[in-house]
């Protein structure tokens, strides 16, 4: 079947339909657009201030945690430290009339008083006491044995045992390995 020609070439139709279609667009009303709003003019900071001030104060945090911890990991610290956490307990006992006890200057055996809470309490004196307990292997791994019944036998659980001697595959264990076996429950 063969298209009906009007006289003119192809791309003329094409052209003049579309010039059709948009005058019969302008004919018809269309609705009015929304106008887009500008962007605040605000500065970042003013409009995420919530965000930066929890930032701050979670910094603030971790950093508070994390000096603490490394007290707790290396008690021995710098004689500086020490030093000044002793000026800081002589300054806070002449101050308050009690003593305060700084975590800095806690070594092994220091003696300890607390003052917080009655008079009593001021009277009494705590010393600490550092001490360490090596635990000795005491189980010899024999032909058969599997952690779950060396677990059963001794009271305890296959993680505890994996955990006191560094085992990463509890299902690998040679004959004449020796264990630690943590205590019972």
Do not use: C
Not at 83 to 102: F, P
């Amino acid at each position: 079947m063969q298209a009906r020609s009007t006289g003119e070439p192809e791309l003329h139709q094409a052209q003049r339909r579309r010039r059709e279609q948009r005058e019969a667009d302008r004919a018809t009303p269309s609705p009015q657009r929304r106008v887009r709003r500008r962007r605040q003019s605000t500065p970042w900071l003013q409009r995420n201030a919530l965000s930066v001030a929890a930032v701050s104060v979670l910094v603030a945090f971790l950093r508070q945690n994390f000096g603490l911890l490394q007290m707790l990991n290396h008690p021995e610290g710098s004689a500086a430290a020490n030093a000044q956490a002793e000026q800081a307990a002589a300054a806070a006992t002449a101050t308050s009339g009690a003593t305060v006890m700084q975590a800095a200057a806690v070594g092994a055996g220091v003696p300890v008083v607390s003052t917080v809470g009655s008079p009593d309490a001021s009277q009494t004196t705590r010393a600490i006491h550092a001490s360490a307990k090596v635990i000795e292997p005491n189980y010899t791994v024999a032909a058969g044995d599997t952690l779950v019944k060396i677990a059963s036998k001794f009271n305890t659980s296959v993680d505890r045992i994996q955990a006191f001697n560094n085992l990463s595959d509890p299902r690998v264990l040679h004959i004449g390995t020796k264990l630690i076996i943590p205590p019972a429950f």
